[in-house]
């Protein structure tokens, strides 16, 4: 019906705009410690990583690395396999199959790249669990990768 406003809709959502401001403050502070755990994690872990972006000056919930001599879909692919939902490359070219513009332009490595988002919910064994996990699939990548190049086919 035309100028009719639904009066309970845009009540609720209203409410629930004040709810998320209410937590805002207290998720972003969670969420940023979070990836700073997880940076340091990774770091202490992979070797022949870069994390992405500033340590600091960044968004609290996301978290960028690079792993050297590891290929970004196999490394996503065997993190899916483990139970974790990540991405490779930036946010807008992660359907895309060439490399990001985005992290080339920042100076990132865009071969080997994994996008880790984190909620206000992550714990930190779930955290931990990543890091290890990480730190394994790409020893495994390494290690298969380095044997195919030494065969005669490879």
């Known amino acids: 019906m035309a100028g009719y406003v639904d009066v309970p809709r845009a009540l609720a959502a209203a409410a629930a705009l004040q709810a998320v401001r209410e937590t805002e403050a207290a998720d972003t502070e969670r969420t940023h410690a979070a990836t700073a755990r997880l940076r ?3 770091v202490a872990t992979v070797p022949d990583v870069d994390v992405a972006g500033d340590p600091d000056a960044r968004l609290p919930h996301i978290v960028n690395v690079s792993c050297l001599y590891v290929d970004g879909e196999a490394l996503v692919t065997a993190l899916d396999r483990a139970g ?6 930036s946010a807008c070219t992660a359907s895309a199959l ?3 513009h985005v992290l ?5 490595l865009t ?9 206000s919910s992550t714990t930190d064994a779930e955290l931990d669990r990543f890091v290890a996990t990480l730190g394994e699939v790409v020893a495994d990548i390494r290690a298969t990768t380095a044997i195919a190049s030494e065969t005669p086919d490879g």
């Open 111 to 119: 071969h080997g790249n994994v996008r880790v988002s984190i909620s």
């Open 104 to 108: 080339a332009a920042m100076g990132v």
């Open 98 to 100: 060439e490399p990001s």
């Open 40 to 42: 340091e994690g990774i």
């Open 84 to 89: 974790f939902a990540v991405s490779s490359g």
